[in-house]
Structures are given as structure tokens and as C-alpha cells.
């Protein structure tokens, strides 16, 4: 089916595409957002497999929309030519690839492998399975007392395909902008463990600001965050964080006495009462999902039904959406799929659609450097995916200004730290200034106006509509600078039934179909997705792609545009097969992964027996010893390492605090200490997303107070004095740090209660 061809952002790039296993879905994202991408199968390496439908389908999520074509080795090189950016997992070859690179200054090469190269786990296999037990998502997923659980479908691929996509939007972006390219040498691990679950990023409600690497180690008991209660047709999920948001609960359950008192406002308070949860699951028991949704919505209460991935294709809202459109898959048929990930002035980045000739971008011949220098980006998002968008952009050289109100403080700044800054908080938001400007007021409305006069990027998480009520939307704001790029991410996406829905990503998981499917095989009520973060950072990455794709569009046209990201659509696309293989009526698959206990308390190792051949070679290492029973008697590292040199995908299960000072991890340069003067414990973050020596690594600026720069700020941007600036914080219009706080800091009080 072919789309009407449109102005997509990359049109006129060109993607030689040279990746065998999953990491050729990055490929087929700048696909989406408009480049030619050529998929060459070198003497068949990569292409469809035969006879099994569910791997034909992986093979399609990765690469539909691309230009196929099968080639001989022997005649490689004389495919590359005229490519903008060539993504290969080649291990052997006759491609002198720094000889390309010379004659090609402007060409990004980027090599997309599972480990990356010349490390000691360069010549592992890696599934879905080993990334999980890697990044240690598989530690944090399942329940307390009980084996680590495999989280559903394949979603540590697709994120460390998102990064990326992020990746090479950024190599693309700095060929673009100075006419110099280079090589990158990106691994799926290091983009899974960034973009899925972050063991040192910004994390949500559930650690209260502390990184996962400073948790209890195992999984979290069953049920206690965010609750979910049996209802009349099913389960509906629980997300009441804020005070505002507990007392709308209260007023949906009548007002019961019991639960009057102000210690409920407490969030602790309300885990802990046996009772209150009693009489919630008393209240909501013979109730229908569709009819709690809508006193949710009433009372302004954080909740979902919990749907299964069936319950959600069919929802109005994703038929409203467009999410999906029909594809007739070679041997397969007619099978939905994703229809792209972002929305772009209004119209759906699919896959499949028919070029649009445009001319290349023109370099602007400025020096190498951080590709975003001299961009200058109004950040208005808040909590996790609102901080990472901003956080990717600044790590990139952009002037990332943070919009705060003391009034509406960043729910991620209420931390166990009362000045409002965290480690969790230090890791969103490096690199970034805070600006504190009251939006309620007309003034505060009208140098938002000035500053979007002369900005490059909007950025915003706020429920749809939130910025037209304040007469910021971005029809009104495009007009006064037609190349402003805005970007809204959002729950379930800016027009349809779901869209004025309040969503968390646990609310969005259980939507979305992916709690229901998170669960012990045995155990119905077993949902284990309670302290992850998914989707936050992975949707950040696409909406920062976004960015940098429409930056290309605008050295051609001038002009900006607006996306809209919906975390449910990014999360339905990142299970593409097991939409399409519940629409073709296949059985479930019962997965070539498995957890094993290993020898030592709550050990653990993945193994992935992928095929037959597999399967033979673990008979050649153990024997007829049933594999549960050897890996018993083995520790998870070692049997891994052992399983890994048979050629058998297999890993041990990490926590966060082995992150750090694990081998790989240190041989990529992956992690860094960072200074935070006001933070009580030793500060541990991302250096990069990929390894290339051509472009520098982000700067290390700690995360700022709460308006701590408000008064720069409006120096650097619109020219205002110190005293015009007083006269507007005296008119309530700016605002600056609070004085509580700045008294905190410097008595050092705060740190009372990280004793």
C-alpha cells in the first residue's frame, strides 16, 4: 500500500543498509522519517528466511519500506557509492572501509554489532534474552521470591534499535552541518541499556530519585506499585502519586471518612494501609474498565484497564489513530503493522510510502564539533520522557533552557532530597539551564512569546491541549517563527478518544496491551512490570530523532514542523510481531529463552537455544546432562562465558551495581563520574551513546536548581537587564530559586536526611 508522497524530513539522504540480524530496524526508522534506505543482501546474507512465519515477520518489522536488493560480494563496493550514511555489521569482506571513508569525507559509517568491536565480548552471540540479563532490566523484572521473568516480546531489541536510530541521526546531523563524517561503532548492548531501563538514568515514582543501582537487589514484592485490582470484565491499574490526585480517589469512593485524614496525602501512607486498598478493591469490584475509565477521567484520577494486545487493536482509539495500516507481506498477506512511530504535521511517518525527490541538504562547512552547537531548545517537558528528550539535545551541544514554576514543580524534583535535586533528577537534566517563568500570568505568556521568536525547538509532555488552553500552541507559535520545531510527546497521542487520558507509562503499559503479557506463564495475577521505566527513554530517543531529521528538512525549506509521539504507538510498534502474528492467527511462541538458576544465591543465566543447530552444539558441551542441572552446579558467568565459546547465545543476569566496573562496560568507556556538588553520594552516568573518536563526548554540567538561571537566561536570550529582570521576579512573573531552598543549601540541612 503506498501513502501519498509527502515532504518527509530525510528526503534526498540516501541508507545503504548492510545489517543482518535485528539492529536493520535503525534502517528502517530513517526510512520512516524519509530516506531512501537500500537493503543489500550480500550472497543472501540476511534475507527473508523460508518456512517459518514468525521469523518472516521479524524480518519484515526490521525492513519494510526499504529497496531490496541481493548482490555479490565481488560487487559490493560499487553499491556504496552516493550514500549519505552506510550501516553495516560486516565481520569480513574486501571493503577497505577507512580507504571509503577518505574519499568520502562527508559519509557517516556506522558499524551496528551486539557488543561492539574489540571488546572481549565482541564475538558473543546476543538475542533478546542476553541484552535483558545484560543491562539488568531481567533483575528488576518478575517478583519478589520468585525467578526473574523475561519481559514479553522483544523489547530490549527494538529500544537498542531506537538508540540507534538516535545515533546515527546524530553522525548524520554533524556530516550535515560541517560537511565531516566519520566511523561509529555502536552496540546494541550499550543502546539497550540506555534507551530501555537506565540503571543510572532518570527514573520514575518507583525509586524516588535514587539510581537502580542503589535499590535492594531482587525483584520488587508483588503489587505494591501501582496496583492493580479486579474489576468486573478484568483488572484496571492504579497510578495515584500527588496529593490532588489521592483526593480525587477519595471523592470517587464518596468520600469515606476513614480515609479523610491528611496522613493519606502521603504516598507511603496509602501503600502501607491494608485497608485503604480493602475498600478500593471493594469500590471498584463491580465495576466495568470502561466504566472506571470514565470516573477517572472525571475526578481527574490516574488509571487504566489492563488490555490484552487484542483488546487494544481493537480499541477506537488506535482504529481513530491510524496506529496501523494493512501491508501484503511476500508469502504471508495481508498483516498490520506499525504505521509509524511519529506524526508529523498531522501526517503518519509509515513505513511504506512513496519517495518524495528532494535535493540533499547543503553542508554548512562549519568545524567539527558537538553537532547541535548554537541550537536553542525551550524545554517545557517534565518527569522522565519530558527530561530525556532535552537531556539527548544538550548532550548534543544544544542551549537547553528548562521552563520551570514553583507553583507546578517537575514531579521528578520530589525526592528524597528536599532542595529538589537527585541523582535520578542529575542524569535528565545535565547539561541543562532552568528558567522560572510563571505561564499563568500574561506577562510570563508574552516573554515566552519573545523567546519562541527566536528558539529552534519546543519541546513539551503536557496532556493535549495543555498549551492551547494557555494560547501556546504551536499553530499560534509557528506563527511567529515559522521554523520553530515543536515536539509533544504524550500518552496515547494529541487527537483521538484516549488522548485527554492523564498517562503514566504504567497506565500506558497496561493500555497498551504489554502488562497483561508481562507475567508468569502459571500465575495470572502475576503482573511484573511494576519498576520499570519503558517507555520513557526509548520514546525521548524518537522524539530527539525527530528533531534532528526535521533540522535536515529545514537547511532545504526553512521551515519547522511539529511531531507528535505517543508512547502507546511507540510501544505497539516495538511488538509489531506479535500484533501481526495475532492477526495471522499463529500460535504463541514459546520463545527460544529461558532463565536457569546457576550456582550462589539468586543466580542467574539466560540461554537461548535459537535453532537445531544450537541445540547440537549444547549436546557436544554438556552431554545428555539435562541443561537446568549443569547450570546448577555452574556459576552464571562462568557457564555463560562456556555456553558463549560453543556459539550458544547465553549471559549472566546483572544487577545495576555490576554496571559500572563490569569489563565490557569499561572497554566502551560507557560510564562516568560526574560532579554534583550538592548531591551527597558519588554521581555515576552515561559518557556517550555510541564510540566515535570524531565527535566529542557531552559536556558534564550538573543539573541546576529549581529557576537557578533565570536571571542568565533572560540576559542571553532577550537581552534583559538585572534590574528589569527584579522588576519582573517582584511582579511574579520571573521566578528564582526558592529561598527555602537556597537556605538548604547553604546551611547544608538537606543533608539530614540522606543520613
Known sequence: MQQEAIDRPLSGLVVIDLVASPLAGTARILRELGAEVIRLEVDGRGACPSGDHRAQLEYWTANLGKRIESVAAADLTRHLAGADLIIEDLSEGNIDWAALRAAHPALVHMTATGFGRGNALSHWQWTDAVLHALTTELSRSGIKDMAPLLPPGEIAVQCAVAQGAYVAMAALTQALASGTGGHVDYAALDGAMQALDPAFGISGS?????????????????????????????????????PRQWQGMHRMMGSPAEFAGPEFNDIMVRFKSKELLAAMQAFLADKTRAEIAELGQHHGVPLAGLNTLPDCLAADHIRARGTFTVVDLPGLGPVPVPNGMIVLDGERMGPVHAGSPASRPVPAKAQPGRPLEGLKVLDLGVIVVGAETGRLLADLGADVVKIESAAFPDGSRQ?????GLSSSFGAGHRNKRSL???????????????????????????????LESLGLGYEELSKLNPRLIAVESSAFGRTGPWSKRMGYGPLVRAAAGLTAMWRYPDDPESFSDSVTIYPDHVCARIGASAVMALLARRRRTGRGGHVDVSQAEVMLAHLATDVAATALDLAPSAGPSDVYAC????EWCVVSLRDEADRQRLAALIGTQPLADWLADNSAREAAEALQDAGIPAAPMLRAADLADHPTYTARGLFREEPHDLLPEPMTAERRPAIWDW?????????????????????DWL???????????AAGVLETTPAKIREMVATKSYLETAR
Do not use: H
Open 206 to 242: 518507583a525509586t524516588n530519585g535514587r539510581p537502580a543501582a542503589a535499590l535492594p537487589p531482587g525483584r520488587p514484592p508483588r503489587g505494591v506499585q501501582y496496583p492493580i485490582i479486579p474489576v468486573a470484565d478484568g483488572y484496571v491499574r492504579l497510578c495515584v502519586l500527588a
Open 415 to 419: 525526592t528524597w532530597l528536599k532542595i
Open 436 to 466: 522560572g517563568l510563571n505561564l499563568k500570568s500574561e506577562e510570563g505568556k508574552d516573554l515566552l512569546r519573545r523567546m519562541v521568536a527566536d528558539a529552534d525547538v519546543m519541546l513539551s509532555n503536557f496532556r493535549p491541549g495543555t
Open 599 to 602: 550456582a550462589g544465591e539468586d
Open 695 to 715: 565527535m566529542p563526548d557531552p559536556d558534564s554540567r550538573p543539573a541546576p536548581l529549581q529557576c537557578q538561571d533565570t536571571y542568565a537566561v533572560m540576559q
Open 719 to 729: 537581552g534583559l537587564t538585572e534590574t528589569e529582570c527584579a522588576s519582573l521576579e
